[in-house]
């Protein structure tokens, strides 16, 4: 029997996550949401490995993470040293990483070997699994393709559920830079309070339909997701949910006016 077919034993499918992550300052700062991903590191079935699929990952094409030590990567500026000098120092996952672009038919995954691991992954994970002890691999977003087509590979993804992976989709439901209410950090918009609540709405109802064609959803939608990169993690998410799971919400407010920390958990009801 080969390497591949030794390490990857089956599991129960394991849950699904949908982050909201805002300010890389919530890697270093004890925040409510912060404190809600330590929660949940707490009471989540241990992984096998991670796989995140991050707002800050866009490429041509679609590739995944291969390396045996990514890096931690410092994508942003203007923050304090100590945010720059954050090191998430977990091994890469590449055997699943290999079985991922195997087994994934209707899209080309290849390998990556210069990223490493970007905000939107280890300012979670420093949170989630402080101790780096877990292998964690990325998946890019293939910034020319629709959120239909997204959201057909991540069904290609769910067998690495089974294999004991968490999956997270890092991003914002409601992610518009340019409005942002910096002085105000309570602050919600009108349009950004209606954005998240249709959003929310759609998912419960299951609605997937009108989630991918969200940019025909109205003025609040279209502000709410002025470019696609923030809200593509969450349709990776939903694709991943079986039939009979649920949807449970956490960390659901809206920050500095336009900027949504909702998140959600998928999991066996």
């Known amino acids: 029997m080969n390497k591949l077919a030794t390490e990857l034993k089956s599991t129960a499918p394991m849950p699904v996550l949908f982050v909201g992550h805002g300010s890389p300052m919530n890697a270093i700062e004890e925040t409510p949401y912060s404190r809600e991903w330590t929660k949940l590191g707490e009471n989540l079935p241990r992984p096998t490995a991670i796989l995140c699929i991050s707002a800050h990952w866009e490429t041509n094409g679609t590739f995944v993470t291969a390396m045996d030590q990514p890096k931690t990567i410092h994508d942003f500026g203007g923050f304090p040293q100590a945010l720059f000098e954050v090191q998430y120092p977990a091994k890469g ?151 009979t799971e649920e949807v449970t919400f956490f960390n659901d407010k809206i920050v500095m006016g336009s900027i949504s920390m909702t998140s959600l958990l998928i999991h066996s009801a």
């Open 93 to 243: 996952a590449t055997v699943m990483a290999e079985e991922t672009r195997n087994l994934v038919k209707n899209t080309q995954i290849k390998s990556d070997f210069n990223w490493g691991l970007d905000h939107g992954c280890w300012s979670i994970l420093t949170h989630l699994y402080p101790k780096a002890d877990i292998p964690v691999f990325q998946l890019s977003l293939d910034y020319t393709k629709s959120a239909a087509s997204h959201f057909e590979l991540s069904k290609e993804l769910a067998f690495l559920r089974r294999k004991g992976v968490l999956i997270i989709g890092s991003g914002n439901i409601v992610h518009n830079l340019r409005t942002v209410d910096w002085r105000n950090p309570d602050n919600a918009f009108d349009w950004a309070s209606e954005a998240n609540a249709k959003i929310k709405k759609l998912i419960l109802s299951g609605d997937f339909d009108q989630l991918l064609n969200y940019k025909s959803l109205g003025k609040a939608i279209e502000l709410a997701a002025p470019s696609p990169e923030h809200y593509l993690p969450l349709i990776y998410a939903l694709g991943l949910k079986e039939n």
